[in-house]
């Protein structure tokens, strides 16, 4: 099956920073999206991103589709920002994601 | 609209006991999806409908488990009889296909089994 990669595992950043994260696939894909999961364990949508670029706020994504890689920026971070990200993938068309195992994001004031 | 709608929120139970989630999703939407969240294998898909009818149960773990949608707005999954490594918080989404663009992904609030 798909392998999804997403790196770093861990970060730990100063409120006002800037940060990027990293999700690789090992396999062309039709449907790449991020998630937020908060502290309290809700799943957030963020961007739906098979390729090109986006931007939300303080937040872009950025989908490199012919190397099989995608990125999230997220700029001037805040504490509200903290949580895992996850990077979720679909080949079948049918929405049917398949997640990474996620950055585990802390925002220290 | 209140977003995909799962309860309860929390559930504990008895290993051999029967247990049955539910979720109502997002009106409109004509995918629902299951998913189990563990911290050694991170999010899982169990299975998924797409108007109702399952497509891929692939994921479910075994025979104890079964998924159901007897309607548009409404699902279930149950556990028969639950194990404690069914221990999990279990997702329900749904999304809209067949357009191009944000797919209206939502999860609901997740349901946290325990099994004693």
């Known amino acids: 099956g798909i392998q999804v990669e997403q790196s770093p595992p861990d970060l730990i950043l100063q409120e006002g920073a800037n940060s990027t994260l990293r999700c690789n696939f090992s396999?062309?894909?039709?449907?790449l999206q991020w998630f937020h999961q908060n502290p309290w364990g809700q799943l957030i949508n963020l961007f739906y991103i098979p390729s090109g670029t986006k931007q939300n706020g303080r937040l872009s994504a950025t989908t490199v589709a012919t190397e099989r890689y995608s990125l999230l920026y997220i700029s001037s971070s805040q504490t509200t920002d903290s949580g895992v990200y996850f990077c979720?993938?679909?080949?079948?068309?049918?929405?049917?994601?398949?997640f990474g195992t996620g950055t585990r994001l802390t925002v220290i004031p | 609209d209140a977003g995909v709608i799962q309860s309860p929120r929390h559930e504990v139970t008895e290993m051999g006991q029967e247990v049955t989630l539910r979720c109502k999703p997002i009106?409109?939407?004509?995918?629902l999806f299951w998913y189990r969240q563990t911290m050694m294998r991170g999010l899982e898909l169990l299975i998924y409908f797409n108007n109702n009818v399952p497509i891929d149960d692939s994921g479910m773990p075994e025979d104890r488990f079964s998924a159901k949608m007897p309607n548009a707005s409404f699902s279930t999954l149950k556990i028969q009889p639950s194990e404690p490594r069914d221990s999990a918080v279990y997702f329900c989404?749904?999304?809209?296909?067949?357009?191009?663009?944000?797919?209206?992904?939502?999860f609901g609030s997740g349901t946290r089994l325990t099994v004693v």
């Open positions: 396999d062309s894909v039709n449907n």
């Open positions: 009106s409109g939407h004509d995918y």
């Open positions: 979720a993938v679909d080949r079948t068309g049918a929405n049917n994601l398949f």
């Open positions: 989404a749904s999304s809209l296909a067949g357009q191009r663009g944000d797919y209206g992904y939502t």
